[in-house]
């Protein structure tokens, strides 16, 4: 009894934490999360994503609704991301589904998910450095994005979310940032940009998380625990998000990430 109440004590702070890092970066959220449940408390990886888009999707609506609230997200932008990202998303669950994955332990999955770590590590560390090459470009002419390509490219960047996020949980947070830097660098400030990631990222996790739910890779006792010290976290992290060093989060955050993405790769 007294082992199975720390371990749901150590749970509830490992969301704490996270939490905290998705109401203020709009990353870690899937990030962590994910690499945490598989390599500290030795959840199989199928269990883990799953749990961790449910945990994901419901941290970041409470956190998506402190940034609605603060007009901080572009819904048109979202809007966008949701038409490819959701039919993307099921499309992905359809195939898994027909692959068993709730009886998958080992194999690719961990290797995947520490790939899309170490991707997300980088994106995590050159977004600032890419908006200011992006925003000069575009600021002199030269558009990376052209307007007229910004709604189909934006359809495209949330597919590939979609099929990342379902098979990872891992993608709506640096990555999904990163690519709006490159589409709408004048439009979204970093503020701007935090926001719109997370707002899209809720329908994203939501509908990926049902679909491992529907598939039985999803652990309710175990997220619960983390539901516990997540929701706080995000409160907290939404309202410190211009009172913290970003730049610091961000290079503290990029190497957790490479570390747990080696450290899948090579398991």
Same mark, same amino acid.
């Given at each position: 009894m007294l082992a199975a109440a720390s371990v749901e004590i150590w749970h509830a702070i490992s %969301?704490?934490?996270?939490?905290?890092? &998705?109401?203020?970066?709009?990353? =870690? %959220?899937?990030?962590?999360?994910?690499? &945490?449940?598989?390599?500290?408390? =030795?959840?199989?990886?199928?269990?883990a994503i799953g749990t961790d888009l449910w945990f994901a999707g419901i941290?970041?609506?409470v956190g998506g609704a402190i940034h609605h609230a603060k007009q901080s997200a572009d819904l048109a932008v979202v809007g966008r991301l949701a038409l490819g990202s959701i039919p993307a998303a099921i499309a992905t669950?359809?195939?898994l589904n027909a692959l068993h994955w709730s009886k998958v332990?080992?194999?690719?999955?961990p290797f995947a998910l520490g790939l899309v770590l170490v991707a997300t590590a980088a994106a995590t560390l050159a977004r600032p450095a890419i908006h200011r090459w992006v925003l000069a470009r575009q600021t002199a002419g030269d558009r990376v994005a052209p307007v007229r390509l910004q709604a189909p490219l934006t359809v495209a960047a949330g597919a590939i979310l979609g099929v990342l996020v379902t098979m990872t949980s891992v993608g709506a947070g640096a990555l999904g940032a990163t690519m709006l830097v490159f589409l709408y660098p004048l439009r979204l400030d970093a503020k701007r940009i935090v926001g719109?990631?997370?707002?899209?990222?809720?329908?994203?996790?939501l509908v990926a998380g049902v679909g491992h739910l529907v598939i039985g890779s999803v652990d309710w006792v175990l997220l619960a625990g983390l539901l516990a010290g997540s929701i706080p976290g995000i409160i907290v992290g939404s309202l410190l998000v211009h009172r913290v060093s970003e730049r610091l989060i961000r290079l503290a955050l990029s190497a957790v990430l490479v570390f747990a993405g080696v450290r899948l790769v090579v398991s």
């Open positions: %969301g704490f934490v996270v939490g905290l890092l &998705v109401g203020m970066t709009g990353v =870690g %959220g899937g990030s962590l999360m994910a690499p &945490v449940l598989i390599l500290v408390f =030795g959840i199989s990886p199928p269990t941290t970041k609506t669950l359809i195939a332990e080992h194999g690719w999955i719109t990631d997370i707002v899209h990222a809720v329908p994203l996790t």
